[in-house]
């Protein structure tokens, strides 16, 4: 009897230690769609595509302030050699956007989850940080930034363009499948405090927040 009372005080002790460590701890499943090229790129009316990099910090400006993030930040992505592709309204409004890494001689890292770099080298395009304002949602802007994006990885040597979406994300998906995006394979990323374990059938690694990883280790062109 006094063993078990001398665990239960035991257990009532670690539950809050339990409960702080399951805090930190956060997962993520991720959709991977990857892209061949399109013989015929969408136009949408009225609104025009177009493809912003170094020089266009007025633009990325633009896109932070919009999202409520620091832009610095944003520049600094275009400084990086990452660029941005964006829907113009004939009124100047910026009504949909995203950004694409499509490195042509070097391999070059972009933001991922978790604080988590995505190394991507040539021969491989990767398009992260969709957005539409809310108001232009629906008209299918994403879908044709999607389409002419994966075209400008194309232009640049990529064989491949690979686009994400959380698989809670409905309308990311839709998007992409609807872009002739083919779904690739579903990666899990979990957190456990500083650390990250990023998985697929046949692929473990673990990274710590701000490590990074490779694009073709986690899905090689063959995948
Ligand atoms: C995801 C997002 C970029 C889609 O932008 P959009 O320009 O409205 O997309 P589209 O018009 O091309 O629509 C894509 C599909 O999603 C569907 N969709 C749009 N909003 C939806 C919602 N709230 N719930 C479910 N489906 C939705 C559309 O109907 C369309 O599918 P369908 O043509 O088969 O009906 C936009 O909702 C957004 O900015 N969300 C917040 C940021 C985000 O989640 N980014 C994506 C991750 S990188």
């Known amino acids: 009897m006094t063993v078990f009372r001398q665990m239960d005080r035991v257990l009532l002790r670690l539950r809050p230690l339990y409960w702080s460590a399951r805090g930190l701890i956060r997962s993520r499943t991720l959709a991977f769609f990857v892209c061949q090229r399109q013989a015929q790129l969408p136009t949408p009316d009225g609104t025009e595509i177009r493809l912003g990099g170094v020089g266009r910090e007025d633009i990325a400006t633009r896109l932070a302030v919009a999202r409520g993030d620091d832009p610095r930040e944003y520049c600094a992505r275009l400084t990086a050699g990452h660029w941005v592709i964006y829907a113009l309204g004939s009124d100047g409004d910026i009504q949909s956007w995203g950004w694409l890494t499509a490195p042509a001689n070097v391999p070059q890292d972009s933001p991922w989850e978790f604080g988590i770099r995505m190394r ?42 690979l686009g994400y979406a959380d698989v809670s994300n409905t309308a990311s998906s839709r998007g992409l499948a609807n872009a002739q995006y083919l779904g690739q394979a579903e990666i899990h990323v979990k957190r456990f405090g500083p650390f990250c374990q990023i998985s697929r059938h046949g692929f473990r690694q673990t990274v710590l927040v701000g490590g990074m990883v490779e694009l073709d280790a986690l899905l090689p062109h063959t995948v």
């Open 120 to 161: 991507v080298a040539p021969g491989s395009g990767f398009l992260w940080d969709y957005f539409t304002m809310p108001d232009y949602r629906g008209r299918g802007l994403y879908r044709i930034l999607l389409q002419h994006s994966a075209e400008q990885c194309f232009l640049r040597g990529a064989r491949r363009a």
